[in-house]
């Protein structure tokens, strides 16, 4: 072989792992195409080689192509990878006639893994690429939580899916890896780069998790520390159990919305919103609400006074954001899914617009939420009025539409920003039951409910438990007065049903009335939920046919319609207090409603919940009797249910203390914290085998 045989060979060695995208990652879509269709006109020259380059001529231009791409040159005006430099590239790599070279297939190997030379670049060659800055913010939004995919093949490509970027590490280009990377965003050096190269290494333990001290800590100014809010946090909770959730008064709520602006103003926002719900339950037990109970009062105590001790020790998880920032995108290809109104307990009214993003292959959504009672907000109108993008005739038509949405933002939590800034193009209308994301086997949500439900302390991602459901045939509406809440079985082609399940309220009087129609139900938009022990659907959006239907959000139709229970009993409930107001109208940190399952272990679980909310509603300074909750350790221990036998003979071990001491107010303290843990285990085990048995009837 002669030396420019070699070169050549070298070269088009590096080249086999640029796969399509990471063409497009060195030019753009455009680009790429001009360039393919130059080449089904005119066949380049191998001219030979120059300074370990190889030398191509192409329409009268020569380019000398290097083994990273990037530094490429060409002969003609333009400063920036051309479409003679694109060209020449396709033509080298594939070694064939340039009629082929559009379906020259690539095979990428794992055998090769680029992950060890990933996990030996140090701080001094990430600060070296872009610069100290760009390492500290890199590091930064990592420590915060930034969501890193890899994709370990060659090319190794890391994805970014809340930024809509991704990073190809490519073998044999010049420069190192590092440098011969591409990103999406096309920049020369960025911090994108360096956050694939820090996310690997954490992902692989060959750095310890990145921590953002700053985001740890408690703006300065606050009249009270973090430390002090979290103890009085703690104390009120206690002191609650202590008394009884039967004695609770207006006082009560309101002492929590204060805890909950103490929070806020130590820069603890999830705390602050866990407190803001509890005083939603504490307003919907005194104003006797139908949805209101001492099962949800102390699921919100125990989760809120475990997130209190926990924040001794603050991650960026358990600390939670005010606001997440919206980053820009560039360009997003989005599919309209539906969109629903709603109502927050701590005071919000709005309409919500739910996507699917083809790029990062996630839901995202737009929200418009205010005050209730804002002068001229209203969400059905604002449904069909102009915006919220350039160029958008309405959130109706974007919800029916599958449309370019031109330099977006985004933050993580998946919502779109928006800015007039951003342009709105249709391409054709929505076909949500066509998309990657439509479930039709109903089997495949078995592995999405075990992800969504349980687990103490952690986040729920927002939209996490959203679900476009293909439904073969549907049953008849069923409507229950009682409790308010109309159900309707769907079923998929291999006949395993579910429920879709609404409460009727005010907001959903509309979706109601679509539920019971018996026209054509070939799919819905809906949110997994758990009830009565089976895994339900709560509809959001309706698909019939070729037609999205998002009811909430219809006009209202004169006709006599049921009133809810709610509004029956409105006129004698006193005034609910005012709760302290939600920055994002957040509902991630919501309960989630649960019933008990059909097995003994689910019945037995929920025996024990009963008799713990029995304490607790007495209060522990009343003398009510530990029996029952004695009763069902032990047959909690006879099942193996030891994680939760455990912590309920702890806190019998504290109320046989405390019934035996004279100085009871001394002791109190303890058995409450430890009525507190109990239930919460209960609950997320409760959970679990709500899960179990709801899944068996899917698998």
Known sequence: MTASGEVLARLRSALAAFDEDALVALATKGLLKRARRDLETQTPEIAGENAGRVVVRIEGETVELAPSPRDSICSCPSDEIC?????????????????????????????ASLVPELLAIG?????????KAIFKRASRSLARGLEVELDDAVPLVVRFPGLNVSVRFLPGSGGGLLEGSLCSCRASACEHRVEAVLGVQVSRGARPPLVDDAALEASSG???SRDEVRLSVKRFLIEMVATGLSRLSRAAAGRMTTLAMSAHGVDLPRLSRLLDTLAH??????????????????????????????????????????????????????????????????????????????SSRRFAAWTDARPEGTPGFDPIPRFRAPGPWTGCPSPEVATRSRFRLGGAQRNARGRL????????????????????????????????????FGGFLRDRRELADLVVLGIASAGPATFDAVRQRLSRPVSDAAGRTLRLVVRHEEQTAELVDALEEKGDLSGVLGQLRLDDGQLVVEPLALYQG????????????????????????????????????????????EPVEIGASGSRIGRTLSELEGALESLAEGGLLSGTGAGPVAEVTTKLERLGLSSVAIECRGLLGALETLR????????????????????????????????????????
């Open 83 to 111: 479409r003679h430099v694109v060209a020449a590239i396709v033509f080298v790599k594939s070694g064939e006639p340039a009629t082929s070279v559009e379906t020259a297939p690539v095979a990428p190997s794992r055998a």
């Open 123 to 131: 701080d001094d060659a990430l600060e070296a690429h872009g610069g």
């Open 222 to 224: 606050a009249p009270r």
């Open 281 to 358: 339950e504490v307003d919907a037990q005194l104003s006797r609400k139908v949805s209101a109970g001492t099962p949800g009062l102390l699921t919100a105590a125990s989760r809120t006074l475990l997130l209190a001790e926990a924040l001794a020790r603050p991650v960026p998880a358990l600390v939670g954001e005010h606001r997440s920032p919206y980053l820009p995108v560039g360009e997003l290809v989005l599919h309209g899914l539906g969109a629903r109104r709603f109502v927050t307990p701590s005071g919000f009214i709005g309409l919500r617009s739910y996507f699917w993003d083809e």
């Open 417 to 452: 920003s928006g800015r007039e800034a951003s342009t709105f193009t249709a391409l054709e209308p929505s076909q949500p039951l066509a998309l990657p994301v439509a479930v039709h086997d109903f089997s495949a949500l078995v592995e999405r409910a075990y992800t969504l």
């Open 546 to 589: 070729a037609v999205t239907r998002s009811p909430t959000l219809e006009p209202p139709r004169v006709k006599p319609r049921r009133a809810t229970l709610g509004q029956r009993l409105a006129a004698l409930a006193p005034s609910p207090a005012p709760v302290a107001p939600d920055t994002e109208a957040d509902d991630a940190d």
């Open 660 to 699: 035996r001491s004279s100085q009871r107010e001394a002791l109190v303290d303890d058995a409450a914290e430890r009525l507190l843990r109990s239930y919460h285990v209960a609950r997320v085990a409760s959970e679990v085998e709500t899960v179990r048995v709801a899944c068996e009837a899917l698998a």
